[in-house]
């Protein structure tokens, strides 16, 4: 009984690890076809930066079919790529805080996330952005880095 109450404690408090943030979906590929359920694929999704306008970030991400997969119970692997990019004219909406997660996504059904950070780098003018795995017990080191140096963005005419 003590664990099923862990479990929906959990499961109650998962819906508070969003970031806010959600990303749309760019495109998708099929790695491995699956008799039942949706086959495994990878995912490539857009997700802009909700403190610094003008930066898009495009995550890769592997999504596991199956049946577990279709119903939302597979874990995914951690592995993920991540490119960040200036789009417009940068600004600060807010004050930055080092390290902070600008976006966050549930890759189990309860324990794991794949997560993007965000740093600033004073001394270049350059915004870092990190994405990794965790998990409640034990996160995977495997992780991928961006970098945008903040330039000038032209006038339109």
């Known amino acids: 009984m003590r664990i099923a109450n862990g479990l929906l404690g959990a499961l109650l408090v998962l819906p508070l690890l969003s970031s806010g943030v959600s990303a749309e979906e760019v495109g998708q590929v099929s790695t491995v076809f699956k008799w039942v359920g949706p086959n495994d694929k990878i995912v490539v999704e857009a997700f802009d ?71 600033f780098d004073r001394k270049r003018n350059t915004l870092v952005y990190l994405v990794y795995s965790d998990r409640v017990i034990e996160g995977s080191p495997q992780n991928a880095v961006t970098a945008i140096p903040i330039l000038p963005w032209p006038e339109k005419s």
């Open 49 to 119: 930066d909700p403190k610094v306008e003008g930066v898009t970030c495009y995550l890769s991400r592997a999504k596991t079919g199956g049946v577990k997969g279709g119903l939302g119970l597979a874990e995914d692997r951690a592995e993920a790529s991540i490119a960040c990019r200036q789009v417009g004219a940068i600004r600060f909406v807010s004050e930055l805080k080092e390290g902070e997660v600008v976006f966050q996504e549930r890759t189990s059904l309860v324990f794991k996330t794949m997560q993007v950070v965000r740093f």
